[in-house]
């Protein structure tokens, strides 16, 4: 265990007040603060901007029931409560869609909250009558959540496991300048210009797994590719080295465990105690269909990434966390997004992949309590329903505008013209899509572009799939 961990007793108290501060809230008008995450490029922005957008425009969500029962009277934005964190860009994110050239919202990469008021009607007993409630979004990286176990290893065990990661064959070749610069540099005096050159391969080499499309499990430090206004500060600029026994005063392996302590004290614990500590639902957005695309190491790799990210989750078992924050979190939805890259007859299919992908972790998160569903969906749906007639048989295949560039066979789209497209089957057995039984390639995916809505539909929620579903698992409740 890290040593002086409990000893941060300000960083404790800071917690307490405002778990209290949270409560004391809650008792004026209940508040729902809904953590958003997911690997980065998983759908993050495009669920939040759909979300807030079907909302405050209205009309149909079926399967909503306070919407569908016409008891949600409205919904706007209102200010956020934290001062210190960026507004979520919702506007611009939406005029992304609707704009005249239709692009997808640009990466975002860091963290983001928005507040959203509901004003219903409750239809529950004693509470029957005008409610309100509060829902505050908040968007952050699931690379993040990568960073928690930091605070239980000390600057030496991580290295060990960060450089044992680095040798594994799918990354060893994305990490030789690295791992060559961390071998010759262990035994150094602390040095400046060594550090940061050591600490730049090393980010180099994260840059370059990230890239890679079989890669999908992340290494930790979370933060690193994702440095914003922290770029350059010494508690971003570290890495691992082979260290053994004590690490001698004046050596760069000093000067790099200084640096490691202080992101776990700058970077990782504020995450811990001013976001993940203080939410109340969340739902993790997996992009499995890139997964499945990228083979069956990728879908491999993907578990295993999912298995990381979602130790956060189910730490309510282990003591360690529990003395020292308790997250809160009573319901999780895992959601395969972009499921309108397929047809409608492999949406369960996804689901089902989807299910079994995360099946481990879901047992350990619900032994703690929370409640817990798998979904496919869209926040924004991209195509609609077609047939493509093969001979006397008809395949289920999808049609919409797809990117511009994007390829199949030796066909490059224009970005203007639509496309009929037979993306292939998920299989019936989700087991077959995880093992090499569903090889590289079974499924042909392209990108597409957003979908053109017209002045007409604006007051609706934007297409969709089962949008409604995931809001009346993460919000139902809350909306008696
Ligand atoms: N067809 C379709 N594509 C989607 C959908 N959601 C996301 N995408 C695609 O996935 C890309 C990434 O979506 P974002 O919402 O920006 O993902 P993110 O998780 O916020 O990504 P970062 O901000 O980079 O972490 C988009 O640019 C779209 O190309 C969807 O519902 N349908
Ligand atoms: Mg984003």
Known sequence: MAGGFFDDLAFEAGLAARAIGDAAGNLIEPKIRLGVTGLSRAGKTVFITAL?????????????????????????????PDDQVPRFAYEAHLDAFLGADRHWPHSTRAIAELRLVIDYESKSGWRRGPKRLTLDLVDY?????LDLPLLKQDYATWSRHTLAACRTPQRLKHATAFLQAAEAGAAGKADEIEAQR???LFRQSLVAMRDDPTIIARLAPGHFLMQGEREGAPALTFAPLPVSGEIKSGTLAAMMARRYDA?????????????????????VLVDVLYALNAGPDAVADLRIALDDILGAFRT????????WFRPKIDRVLFAATKADHLNSVSHD???????????????????????????????VRATREADVRDGSTVLPAIAGVPLKGEVIGDVVFDGIREAVIFPGDLP????????????????????FRPPLIEAQDRGFPLPHIRLDRALEFLIGDQLP
């Open 349 to 379: 299919r996804l689901e089902a992949i989807l299910r079994l992908i995360v099946e481990r972790s879901m047992r350990r998160i619900g032994d703690s309590g929370a409640r817990i569903d798998v979904i496919a969906l869209a926040s």
């Open 263 to 283: 992101y776990r004290d700058h970077v990782v614990k504020p995450f811990f105690r001013d976001h993940f500590a203080r939410l109340d639902r969340q739902i």
């Open 52 to 80: 807030v957008h079907a909302l405050t425009a209205g009309g149909r969500f079926p399967v909503l029931t306070a919407m569908a029962e016409g008891r949600v009277a409205g919904a706007e934005l209102a200010p956020q």
């Open 316 to 323: 309510g078992a282990d003591s360690f966390w529990t003395d």
């Open 428 to 447: 019936a057995k989700p087991e077959l899509a995880i093992d090499s039984g569903f090889p590289k390639g079974s499924m042909q995916f392209v990108r």
């Open 198 to 200: 050591i600490a730049e």
């Open 141 to 145: 990286p699931g690379e993040w959540l």
